[in-house]
């Protein structure tokens, strides 16, 4: 079965700053990664996708993440952070089972940005 | 238009209550999910529809019941819910080939059981 790691629980950043945020998956065949972004009380927005083809994936709002198959990593990073960043993001893996998609998210990381 | 609607986005219900949430998607797509969410926790899947057959239930509670009447609609019929059923109700569609699947969420309706 599949799983997703979000190592940080909770990061802070200033705006303007740079950011990364974490993802580590399991999963034994080539995965589909997803980045999800949900403000407090909101639904998911998808910021970005890897299925396959080059590593490096740009998503909406500035947002790039980076497919490391070696590490079975997909960190998610954008260069300067603006304060309407802060929310929850999720990593996601998605995998085929029993003939349909199930998707695993991550814990969620809870992005903070200060002045 | 990427859009998932849900109604209501705010639902009170005491534990006798029968209620419905609803989802609505005009995208063509063709399977459709709902999630539970509880705070500071991921997403739960709980249903997944796939041309309006009912293809996953992860051992929800039968005091869930979903419904997909057509391709654009599906409900949760919700009876005799416990207080710990208090979450966001998250519903999703979804596009693409089997080899590739984006899901879209629509924003959620906050159920609070009395």
């Known amino acids: 079965a599949q799983s997703v790691t979000q190592p940080d629980i909770h990061i802070t950043v200033s705006e303007g700053a740079s950011l990364e945020l974490r993802c580590n998956y399991s999963y034994g065949a080539t995965p589909y990664l997803f980045w999800y972004v949900q403000s407090p009380g909101q639904g998911l927005q998808l910021l970005l996708k890897?299925?396959?083809?080059?590593?490096l994936v740009q998503g909406i709002k500035g947002f790039e993440a980076e497919f490391k198959r070696s590490q079975s990593s997909f960190n998610l990073r954008k260069p300067s952070v603006h304060w309407s960043d802060a929310a929850e993001y999720f990593c996601a893996v998605g995998a085929v089972s029993g003939g349909y998609q199930k998707v695993t998210f991550g814990i969620g990381t809870k992005l903070q940005v200060i002045p | 238009d990427t859009e998932v609607t849900q109604t209501p986005k705010h639902l009170v219900m005491g534990m006798t209550n029968k209620k419905s949430l609803k989802c609505e998607q005009h995208m063509g797509h063709r399977a459709m999910y709902w999630y539970k969410q509880k705070a500071k926790k991921p997403p739960e899947l709980m249903f997944v529809y796939s041309y309006e057959k009912l293809s996953i239930n992860e051992s929800v509670p039968s005091r869930f019941s979903p419904e997909c009447p057509n391709s654009s609609l599906l409900n949760l019929h919700l009876h005799a819910l416990q207080p710990e059923d208090s979450a966001l109700y998250l519903c999703?569609?979804?596009?693409?080939?089997?080899?590739?699947?984006?899901?879209?969420f629509g924003p959620g309706t906050r159920l609070l059981v009395l």
């Open positions: 890897y299925f396959s083809g080059d590593t």
């Open positions: 999703a569609s979804r596009e693409g080939s089997i080899a590739g699947e984006t899901q879209y």
